[in-house]
Nanobody, 126 residues
Framework: QVQLVESGGGLVQAGGSLRLSCTAS????????MGWFRQAPGKEREFVAG????????NYAESVKGRFTIARDNANNTGNLQMNSLRPEDTAAYYC???????????????????WGQGTQVTVSS
């Protein structure tokens, strides 16, 4: 099993930036795909970005392409989501997740991820 802890959320004005981090433990970090998801009140959980175990493959939701960057540091068991040009519609609780069934492919379907962090709130004011 994988344990995940997110950090880095907060309140920011539109156009600003935030960097989310996810620290993992419990399994060799490079052996699984990692993803970031978000959920706003009253909405379904949605895929934001994902990265393969080696870091060589990434995938982004269309709504964040060109603004968000996902990365991972396998030596330190951490993943990051750099969020630039934030918009009010980016406001949500953000979760990192582990897909331990995949190493080299990034899935966007949240139900395929088997370990989740507790979430961190991102609020973007207009």
């Amino acid at each position: 099993q994988v344990q995940l802890v997110e950090s880095g959320g907060g309140l920011v004005q539109a156009g600003g930036s935030l960097r989310l981090s996810c620290t993992a433990s419990g399994r060799t970090f490079s052996s699984y795909t990692m993803g970031w998801f978000r959920q706003a009140p009253g909405k379904e959980r949605e895929f934001v970005a994902g990265i393969s175990g080696s870091g060589g493959r990434t995938n982004y939701a269309e709504s964040v392409k060109g603004r968000f960057t996902i990365a991972r540091d396998n030596a330190n068991n951490t993943g990051n989501l750099q969020m630039n040009s934030l918009r009010p519609e980016d406001t949500a609780a953000y979760y990192c997740a582990a897909d331990t069934g995949r190493t080299d492919w990034v899935e966007s379907r949240y139900w395929l991820y088997d370990s989740w962090g507790q979430g961190t709130q991102v609020t973007v004011s207009s």
